[in-house]
């Protein structure tokens, strides 16, 4: 993760996370160091679902981050 986080600030394009992903957390760490795209290889030799599995757990960990609404944004977008 360091070296994604070390490379992730020294280039102008995108860095791919990979390596020893096995959950959605993995993938979140990676992301959290700069990685803009996660890739899932030998996890699918254990579980060829591995890939599906890590991108439902990653979407719930993000999902989980978000800092809930103010009540001005939920009127905002609820008002027509």
């Not at 993760?1 to 020294?10: E, G, H, P």
């Not at 280039?11 to 992903?21: E, R």
């Not at 001005?72 to 027509?80: R, Y």
Request: charged share 25%; net charge negative; with cysteine.
């Amino acid at each position: 993760l360091d070296q994604v986080r070390r490379v992730a600030a020294a280039v102008s394009i995108p860095v791919i996370g990979n390596g020893g992903g096995e959950a959605g957390a993995d993938a979140a760490a990676f992301i959290d160091c700069g990685a803009v795209l996660v890739a899932v290889g030998t996890a699918t030799f254990r579980d060829p679902m591995a890939a599906t599995r890590i991108r439902t757990e990653l979407e719930d960990e993000l999902h989980s981050r978000k800092p809930e609404r103010t009540s001005a944004e939920s009127l905002a977008s609820t008002s027509t």
